[in-house]
């Protein structure tokens, strides 16, 4: 039965590899993954003989030192066969690619075979593709656990969307006056975007003049006068070029606009009626 001496791994991916040593025990070999942090995460044996833990220990350390040195960025899974008492077979168990193009290993996978002048040759070779077969898909299977992440990650965000569009839908109402409803939508929003502050500005009459006025907000935001007419001029301006109206002033700022000191980012889109 397998024997798991630390939970190295995670769990799910030990009990695969457990699963694999036991296939492998019916060929009366001992089967061993070192963690890439030291201990010996799974053993299983075959029941022909016993392996020694320090030894299987040794080998899995080396073979993770010698991964460390190649820094191995993709094309065949490196194997190696290292022979004394026994005969041991080991592959490192990689991870996908981290952001400098390196695949860092999880762990090694170690066969021990037992005396290697009682062991085919034939049977040597069989082993050690099996034995690189399950590092492959064990590199698949890790990528295909981080792509169920993404897509985990994405529809929170979309349920998140979902969720603020039906608590807006459902709180417009006719007879809510426009500054409610949106001092809703800006509350909304606060909950699920991570900004500073958000705000909604109209067009107003001001003493005869058509300015725009903060007219709903939430969080820390501070808009005076000057700052309301550079926004509305220059969405103004985006919009008769048929541009994409939105600004951002880490983007636009370098290119056609001057902010002021105390506008770290400002990200601002028109609300457009039917008739402009």
Same mark, same amino acid.
């Given at each position: 039965?397998?024997?798991?001496?630390?939970?190295?791994? /995670?769990?799910s991916?030990?009990r695969?590899?457990?699963?694999?040593?036991?296939?492998? /025990?019916?060929?009366?070999?001992?089967? /061993?993954?070192?963690?890439?942090?030291?201990?010996?995460?799974?053993?299983?044996?075959?029941g022909r003989?016993?392996s020694?833990?320090?030894?299987?220990?040794e080998a $899995?350390?080396?073979? *993770?030192?010698?991964?460390?040195?190649?820094?191995?960025?993709?094309g065949?899974?490196?194997?190696?066969?290292?022979?004394?008492?026994?005969?041991?077979? $080991?592959?490192?168990?990689? %991870?996908?690619?981290?952001?400098?193009?390196?695949?860092?290993?999880?762990?090694?996978?170690?066969?021990?075979? $037992?005396?290697?002048? #009682?062991?085919?040759?034939?049977?040597?070779?069989?082993?050690?593709?099996?034995?690189?077969?399950l /590092?492959?898909?064990?590199?698949?299977?890790?990528?295909?656990?981080?792509q169920?992440?993404?897509?985990? #990650?994405?529809?929170?965000?979309?349920?998140?969307? *979902?969720?603020?569009?039906?608590?807006?839908?459902?709180?417009m109402?006719?007879?809510?006056s426009?500054?409610?409803?949106?001092?809703?939508?800006?509350?909304?929003?606060?909950?699920?975007? *991570?900004?500073?502050?958000?705000?909604?500005?109209?067009? %107003?009459?001001?003493?005869?003049?058509?300015?725009?006025?903060v007219a709903?907000?939430?969080?820390?935001?501070?808009?005076?006068?000057?700052?309301?007419? +550079?926004?509305?001029g220059?969405?103004?301006?985006?919009?008769?070029?048929?541009?994409? +109206?939105?600004?951002?002033?880490?983007?636009?700022?370098?290119?056609?606009?001057?902010?002021?000191?105390? #506008?770290?980012?400002?990200?601002?889109?028109?609300?457009?009626?039917?008739?402009?």
């Amino acid at each position: 039965m397998p024997n798991i001496v630390a939970p190295a791994l /995670a769990a799910s991916q030990r009990r695969e590899l457990e699963k694999f040593g036991e296939r492998l /025990a019916h060929f009366g070999v001992n089967f /061993a993954v070192v963690a890439a942090d030291g201990p010996i995460a799974v053993r299983v044996n075959g029941g022909r003989f016993e392996s020694d833990p320090d030894h299987l220990l040794e080998a $899995g350390r080396y073979v *993770l030192a010698r991964v460390a040195e190649q820094r191995y960025e993709g094309g065949e899974i490196p194997l190696w066969q290292l022979a004394d008492a026994s005969l041991l077979i $080991g592959v490192p168990l990689l %991870r996908p690619p981290v952001a400098t193009g390196y695949r860092d290993p999880a762990g090694v996978a170690l066969l021990d075979l $037992g005396d290697p002048s #009682v062991r085919p040759a034939g049977d040597v070779d069989y082993l050690q593709e099996i034995l690189r077969l399950l /590092a492959q898909n064990f590199q698949a299977s890790l990528r295909t656990e981080e792509q169920i992440e993404t897509v985990g #990650v994405e529809l929170a965000r979309v349920y998140e969307e *979902l969720v603020l569009l039906h608590r807006i839908s459902t709180n417009m109402r006719v007879t809510e006056s426009d500054t409610n409803f949106l001092q809703l939508a800006c509350d909304s929003l606060t909950d699920i975007v *991570l900004v500073e502050g958000i705000a909604v500005l109209l067009e %107003r009459i001001v003493e005869g003049d058509r300015r725009l006025v903060v007219a709903a907000g939430s969080g820390l935001i501070d808009i005076d006068e000057a700052m309301a007419a +550079a926004l509305h001029g220059r969405l103004t301006d985006e919009v008769a070029r048929g541009r994409e +109206a939105l600004l951002d002033s880490e983007v636009d700022s370098p290119f056609r606009y001057d902010w002021p000191a105390s #506008v770290r980012n400002i990200i601002a889109v028109p609300l457009c009626a039917n008739d402009k």
